[in-house]
C-alpha cells in the first residue's frame, strides 16, 4: 500500500483515546486505529525504508508493570529505525500532530560514560558540538534528559560542558495537524528532517554502536 497522508480521523481518535483511555473506547474504534493510524503509519514506513532502512511500529499498548500512571494505551503511534542500541530516527503521530526526530534516546551506565567521553576527547567532541550548532542554527530543536549539574570530574569550564550533562541527546521537529498531514507530502518532510538529522545519529551510532 503506498502512503497517501493520515486521515482526519488518526487525530479524532487520539483526541478522543486521551479523553477516554479504557478499553472499552479501545474496543469500540479498534477499526479506526487500524485503518487511520496503523495503516497509513506502516505504509510511510514503508517508503522510507530504502533510505534509512527498517522501519518498526511501536506496540499501541503501555507497560504499566512499573509505572504509577495504569493507562492501557500510548496516546500516540510512534515508529522508529533503529541504528544502534536507543539511537536512530523516529516519528510520531499524535492528537497534536506530527514529531520527527532522530538521536540517542536514552544511555545509562557503560554507554552513558562511552558517550561523556567521546564528547569530553576534542577529536571526536568538536565535530559534536558543530553538527549540534548546525541543526540548531536550521530551527530544530535539541532536546535530552540533562543533568541540572556538572557530571563529577567534569570542569566547570569545559568547552562542551552543555553536552556533557545530556544522558540523551536527540533533536526534532513538531508540525500541526495542517492539510498537508493528509497529503503524501507528509514523505517528504520527514524524510527532509531525518536527513537533515543524519550527522547525528551517523556521530553517535560510530561512538556508540550497539554492544
Known sequence: MSFSGFPDEA????????????????????????????????ALGEELAAEFGPVHLFRPHR?????KDKSPY???????VATAEAVGY?????????????????????????????VDEEISGVPLAKIVAEIR???????????????RGVPDDHPRLDLLRHRSLHAGRRFDPEPWVHT?????????????????VEWLTVHLPSD
Not at 507497560?63 to 509505572?67: I, K, L, T
Not at 503524501?184 to 537533515?196: G, H, Q
Open 90 to 118: 523516529y516519528v510520531q503521530l499524535d492528537a497534536a500532530g506530527l514529531h520527527v526526530g532522530a538521536g540517542l534516546y536514552t544511555a545509562q551506565g557503560d554507554r552513558l560514560t562511552r558517550y561523556r567521553e567521546a
Open 137 to 151: 542554527a536550521a530551527g530544530y530543536a535539541v532536546e535530552g534528559d540533562r543533568l541540572k549539574t556538572r557530571p
Open 184 to 200: 503524501p507530502e507528509v514523505l517528504d518532510r520527514v524524510r527532509v528532517v531525518w536527513r537533515d538529522l543524519t550527522p547525528l
Open 11 to 42: 487525530f479524532v481518535f487520539y483526541e478522543g483515546l486521551e479523553a477516554d483511555n479504557s478499553k472499552t473506547y479501545w474496543t469500540r474504534h479498534r477499526h479506526v486505529y487500524d485503518r487511520a493510524v496503523k495503516e497509513p503509519m506502516a
Open 74 to 80: 500510548k496516546t500516540h503511534q510512534g515508529a522508529y
Open 63 to 67: 507497560d504499566v508493570r512499573f509505572s
